[in-house]
């Protein structure tokens, strides 16, 4: 029940075209659900965040799109760029703390 | 302002050494958090400080891992000894409060041999 499950593992996407990163979570108490996004060499970084209140948020070039009846969230990079190539992962958690994971998405952007 | 920084970035031990990996936080932050993730899975919890008390530790595999953070400043983790599968990459994050934003290091990439 505390899973979050990832898709896909890897994604590869030609510049301008929109990648989707899809999550579905188990424990319906998750009221926090954030994107990290992570650059070789670095730390994951804080992208993007949506409670469960909300259907969608958008933050510049990326939104996330939330269905709580289908414990489903997903990450939509519009217009993407080469500079967006990264790892994304979503997670879940209640109330922000000690957030449950996905596998991770590696997301290429080809030029 | 400084970011959160590791200790080392790589290391690569044998079955049965001891490792230590260092994280120093962003000044200011009491609560650090230390996670790992082992390869092509998902990032797992390990333990959370608030200053020097450890706040949560539910997540630490077994007894051969040791987190230590005297006087709330930076903190330890400590491997010993070392098995095959700690092999991953060990990230240390903080944040001012709990439930605030964590901001991660680079992360240790721990391997063991």
């Known amino acids: 029940q505390q899973q979050v499950k990832q898709s896909p593992q890897s994604l590869i996407v030609q510049k301008g075209g929109i990648p989707i990163i899809n999550c579905a979570y188990e424990n319906t108490a998750f009221d926090y659900f954030p994107w990290y996004q992570q650059f070789p060499g670095k730390g994951p970084a804080l992208l993007i965040a949506i409670r469960p209140d909300v259907s969608e948020k958008k933050e510049g070039r990326f939104t996330i799109s939330f269905n709580k009846s289908a414990k489903q969230f997903s990450l939509h990079i519009m217009d993407s760029q080469p500079g967006d190539s990264a790892t994304y992962f979503c997670a879940a958690s209640k109330g922000n703390y000690q957030l449950i994971w996905g596998a991770g998405t590696k997301l290429i952007i080809k030029p | 302002e400084a970011g959160v920084t590791q200790f080392p970035s790589h290391s690569v031990i044998e079955k049965g050494q001891t490792v230590t990996l260092r994280c120093d936080p962003i000044s200011g932050h009491d609560n650090l958090y230390w996670y790992r993730r082992v390869m092509g899975k998902e990032i797992k919890f390990l333990l959370h400080?608030?200053?020097?008390?450890?706040?949560?530790e539910s997540g630490m595999p077994n007894n051969r891992f040791l987190a230590e953070r005297t006087g709330g400043t930076y903190s330890t983790l400590k491997v010993q000894p070392a098995e095959l599968e700690d092999s991953g990459v060990y990230f240390c994050a903080s944040s001012q409060n709990r439930g605030t934003e964590a901001f991660f290091g680079q992360g240790t990439r721990l391997t063991v041999v």
């Open positions: 400080f608030v200053k020097e008390s450890k706040q949560d």
